[in-house]
């Protein structure tokens, strides 16, 4: 003979359920991950956003304090993109979704 759950039982554990998105969100929230993994986005997303002839001429590219530091290794696309640096900055923040670059630095 099999035993029936009480339907209160059955109802409380169905208004538990989070969806994974809402989950994932507030873990982040709570351990207060959410800018970092905002960082790695950005830097993930760095090929995407600019092209692949960009990411091959990119040696370093890390985030420190809200700010993305790109080394180069030509100096001509350097010298181009220091002058579209406001553009290459919405484009990333664009990209993740939130202000999370607030200055570009071309090495």
Do not use: C
Not at 7 to 16: G, H
Not at 42 to 63: F, P
Request: hydrophobic share 45%.
């Amino acid at each position: 003979m099999a035993f029936k759950k009480p339907y209160s039982s059955e109802t409380s554990r169905q208004s538990d359920i989070v969806p994974l998105k809402d989950g994932i969100t507030a873990l982040l929230r709570a351990y207060r991950l959410q800018g970092k993994l905002n960082e790695v986005t950005v830097v993930a997303s760095w090929e995407k956003v600019m092209g692949k002839a960009v990411a091959l001429k990119t040696q370093q590219i890390y985030v420190s304090n809200q700010k993305l530091f790109v080394r180069l290794s030509s100096a001509p696309l350097k010298h181009e993109l220091v002058m579209a640096k406001t553009k290459v900055l919405e484009n990333l923040n664009a990209e993740v979704g939130e202000d999370v670059i607030k200055e570009v630095v071309f090495l």
